[in-house]
């Protein structure tokens, strides 16, 4: 406080009535930062650079997970002590409920997953959901196929009809990329997209194996909710879209240049630091 007001109250003065010694002011003045502090400044300066990066979106848990990612061995409970001082904050999720109607799950379909959302290999096992963008001219729909593997959305698809052709082509780009001969289980809600004759054929066909949640439970499908989540905090609910064909041009952009490069980014340091097998 001497600091900033030395220019309109006398030091003396001041250090007197705050009980502050003057020499140990003109000390202050002169002494260079330690290297803690120094190190909380450079620190600082990276969590700037990606939260500009996230557009404004990384928490203090995700910043702490993607600096540990670029090798940097800083606490959870410093990196947010370090952005709440200086003032850079992420942006907290909408808590929103709705119901959806559930078709009638084939006889031939189970759940495959029993919620283990975790795989050894890729195109093994993959999930499948859709949500809804809020648009000035109406709903846009947006289905996505992730791979359990990665978390990389490996297809997706939109439209301003939620009908089976919007999950065909969601599944079916993820198809056109798919490296494995085997078969993968594909795992959705019981929407009435998922429960047709239609899509089942089409799965069938195509050598996956269909898998689908009980009745009412989001948790089977968590690991596709938790993407859905995460698109919708960083993000559309950020934006007002206008049109379709903008929401359509900005989702193309979070998933294709934001979210997949960062998993991909992710991926590849997990690879490297696995042991090598013999």
């Known amino acids: 406080m001497i600091e900033r007001c030395r220019d309109v109250f006398p030091i003396t003065m001041m250090c007197r009535l705050l009980k502050v010694s003057g020499s140990g002011y003109y000390d202050w003045r002169v002494r260079q930062p330690g290297n803690r502090l120094q190190d909380n400044s450079r ?16 928490g203090s848990p995700r910043m702490h997970d993607e600096l ?16 709440q001082s200086a003032g850079p904050i992420g942006v907290p999720a909408r808590k ?17 997953l029993q919620r283990d959302f975790t795989a050894q290999e890729a195109d093994t ?10 648009t000035a001219e109406g709903w846009l729909y947006l289905a996505v196929v992730i791979d359990l593997y990665s978390n990389l959305v490996i ?11 919007l999950v065909v082509q969601a599944v079916l780009m993820a198809l056109w990329q798919k490296r494995s001969a085997g078969n993968v289980i594909l795992h959705s ?13 089409f799965l069938t066909t195509h050598g996956i194996v269909s898998s689908m949640s009980a ?10 909710e938790s ?27 979070y998933i294709e240049r934001f979210y997949n490069q960062r998993k991909q980014r992710h991926l590849n340091t997990d690879n490297i630091h696995q042991p090598a097998l013999n």
């Open 43 to 58: 620190l600082l300066r990276r969590i700037r650079t990606l939260h500009a990066d996230s557009n404004g979106v990384f």
């Open 68 to 83: 540990r990612y670029l090798g940097e061995t800083c606490s959870l409970n410093r990196v947010a002590r370090l952005m």
């Open 96 to 112: 929103q409920w709705r119901k959806k109607s559930s078709g009638i799950r084939p006889d031939h379909v189970t759940n495959h």
């Open 125 to 134: 096992k993959w999930v499948t959901d859709i949500t809804y963008i809020r």
């Open 155 to 165: 297809g997706w698809s939109m439209s301003q009809r939620m009908e089976k052709q």
């Open 189 to 201: 809600d019981r929407g009435s997209q998922y429960t047709s004759h239609e899509y089942q054929h």
């Open 215 to 224: 009745v009412g439970s989001c948790y089977d499908n968590a690991a596709v």
């Open 227 to 253: 993407f859905f989540g995460v698109l919708k905090r960083e993000r559309v609910n950020r934006k007002r879209y206008l049109t379709r064909t903008e929401a359509r041009s900005d989702i193309f952009d």
